[in-house]
Structure formats: C-alpha cells, structure tokens
C-alpha cells in the first residue's frame, strides 16, 4: 500500500462526504507540509478558479498544504450560475466547510495538521461562520476581498486570528470590512493592497495577497506549533 509520505508533493483528487452530498476537491501535500489551508471560493467560482489555484500554489511554495473543494455540486452549481441561489446561503456553504475541516483533522495524510481557512468573496462570510462553530480545530483565517458582513450576527463568537485583506480601489468591501473589524473579539488585522480591485487583477495584487496570507499562516498555524513543542 502507498504510504501518506509517498504520496507527498502531488495534488490528488480527493472527495468528502458533506451529509447528503459529495463534494469534490484537490488536495495538494508539499513534502514537509506544516499547515493546511481549506479554501472557501466566492459567489460563482470554483476549485478550478485561477486566482484560488494560483494562491494555493504561492501556499504550497511556502510547505502549506491545499485542499481546493467544491462547496456546491454540479447540479448545485448549474442552478446557481442561472439564479444565484446557492452563493448567499451562508449557513449551507459553512456547513460543507465543516465537513471538509473533519475530513482533514480524520485524514491520516493531514489529521496531524493545524487547520487554517482562506476565504474568498461570499466564501469568507461562511469560513468565519464555520470557524466559530468549530474554534478547537480553526487556528487561522485569511479573507481576499471577502465579505464578513454575511456572517455578522457570528463575527463576535469568531476566536481564530482573522485577516482581512481588501483591494486599495475596492471601497465598498473596505468598508464592510472595516465594520467586521469593530465586531470580531479575536485577534484581527485590515490589510489593504493599494492598486488592487475586487478580483486582484492588477500585476503583483496576488502575490500581495499570498505574503500577507503567509505571513499571517505561518504565524498563527506554524509557529504555534513550534511554540508547544518546545514547551514540550
């Protein structure tokens, strides 16, 4: 049988049970992983989205693991892209990231691993609502161009460290970000990347994103765990 060590360094596609549906991801394994990110894609996006696969790639530079899920189905997905019905169920889109979350921590290729989230768009307002539903097993969190106020009435239950990073030229979400900011009670920092527009488009906008998304994982994900080893 394959041991987890060699399946290291190669994406691989994965599948998790989410209740009465399957989700499909891709979970990337750097050799010498010390973290895991799950990301939480935006308002019609997906695993596939090249700004999601891009940042996943700048992560696993840096030895984070990636696991890229489909939070919808297919079916789900193509009734969303004519009506837009699924992307602002909150409750729904953090019920399926809670069930990507367990499958990691029961993963034996990822169980070991501090879990963080990186949210996108509508993606962030259900990744602060599932870390506030599971804060033993959510020890960081990162947002690009997200939109916390989806999750308000939870903002204050939230106990993982949260960034908020926003495009300089995206003054509405700026805004709605500096209002989540007054409400979180954890650790927090705005982060604002001047140039940038909602999607980041702008040459050198995601590689802001992914130094300030490293920075903020290594911190709160890796050196933690340092940290209790040596009080070990």
Known sequence: MESPLEREGTERQVRVDAGMVTLDGDLNLPAGARAVVLFAHGSGSSRHSPRNRQMARLLNEARLATLLVDLL???????DLRTGYFRFDIGLLASRLIAATDWLAHNPDTGQLRIGYFGASTGAGAALVAAADQPQLVG?????????DLAEPTLPRVRAPTLLIV?????????????????????????????ATH?????????????????????H?????EEEAIRD
């Open 73 to 79: 189905t297919p079916d789900e997905e193509r009734v």
């Open 199 to 219: 999607l980041f488009e702008e040459p050198g906008a995601l590689d802001a994103v992914a130094r300030f998304a490293r920075t903020w994982f290594e911190r």
């Open 167 to 195: 495009g300089g030229s995206d003054t509405m979400v700026i805004e709605l970000n500096r209002a989540a900011l007054v409400r979180l009670r954890c650790e927090k920092k705005l982060a604002i990347v001047r140039g």
């Open 221 to 225: 994900l890796v050196s933690a765990v």
């Open 140 to 148: 960081a969190i990162v947002s690009r161009g997200g939109r916390p």
